[in-house]
């Protein structure tokens, strides 16, 4: 599983030309699930993600996680973070999980995650999504497990 996350002062998802999710300050998680990938990846990554401190405090150091801010999130299903570019100028995006596999493991994190405490919406699975994304720094963490 792997999460590109971004910390933002806002965030939306648009499909079909209406905004189906929108966050002030926070976390906009693009989630990618690969092969083998299940409920132990899952529950890492979203403790990592609800306790990950890159949020700044009163003196400006990263010392703060999302809960911290009372911040909230939107989770945005990305399979092309499974792209593999390294052959051709077409990349292959055989190591990402089938929608069947993806999608459940996509919900569970967005359940853990706000059984962590933080309020979380999601992109829709397998749209066509628009994503705003105000970024705040700019930072933007990878993490894989």
Request: aromatic fraction near 6%; charge should be neutral.
């Amino acid at each position: 599983m792997r999460l590109l996350i971004q910390r933002v002062s806002k965030a939306s998802v648009t499909v079909d030309q209406q905004i189906i999710s929108s966050i002030g300050k926070g976390l906009l998680v693009l989630l990618g699930v690969g092969h083998g990938d299940g409920e132990a990846q899952a529950a890492f990554l979203a403790e990592k993600t609800a306790n990950l401190r890159i949020f700044e405090d009163e003196q400006g150091k990263t010392n703060l996680s999302i809960l911290d801010v009372k911040g909230e999130a939107i989770v945005v299903s990305q399979f092309t973070l499974y792209a593999d570019a390294r052959k051709g100028r077409r990349p292959s995006f055989t190591d990402a999980a089938l929608p069947e596999i993806a999608e459940p493991l996509v919900n569970r994190f967005v359940e853990l995650l706000r059984g962590h405490g933080v309020p979380t919406q999601t992109g829709k699975f397998g749209a066509d999504m628009k994503v705003e994304i105000h970024n705040d720094g700019p930072v933007t963490i990878w993490l894989e497990k």
